[in-house]
């Protein structure tokens, strides 16, 4: 049980920040360097990507790598769709299909990344 804890846990945290960040409302958020929200969505969805492809991986032994890249680019996808639907009902906030298309390209990233360095 710990062992999945230890896999699993990154993953949820790595969610929660995700939903936390996206409830700030957007007037609130400060402009640091241009395309700052493309950067923050392919980093923080390769990370969220690499974290769940290596539980996934770690938890299903078997698992190949084709089914692992597969996986995880449907998660990453999925979790940013509903991440945008959630921004929808944050004040200065909208729904973004480049943010999803970003965060399906750090997700497949993220994927790759574990598949190698795991």
Not at 28 to 42: R, T
Not at 70 to 94: A, C, K, N, P, W
Request: charged share 10%; hydrophobic share 50%.
């Amino acid at each position: 049980m710990q062992r999945i804890i230890k896999l699993w846990l990154p993953v949820i945290l790595c969610m929660g920040a995700i939903f936390y960040t996206s409830s700030i409302p957007g007037e609130d958020i400060p402009s640091a360097f241009p395309f700052q929200d493309i950067v923050y969505h392919l980093v923080i969805y390769l990370i969220l990507a690499y974290f769940f492809a290596r539980a996934l991986k770690k938890t299903y032994f078997n698992i190949g790598t084709f089914s692992l890249i597969i996986f995880t680019l449907l998660f990453g996808v999925l979790y940013g769709m509903s991440d945008e639907i959630h921004q929808s009902f944050v004040s200065f906030r909208s729904v973004s299909g480049l943010d999803v298309f970003i965060d399906g390209i750090g997700s497949f990233v993220g994927g790759l990344l574990c598949r190698i360095l795991t």
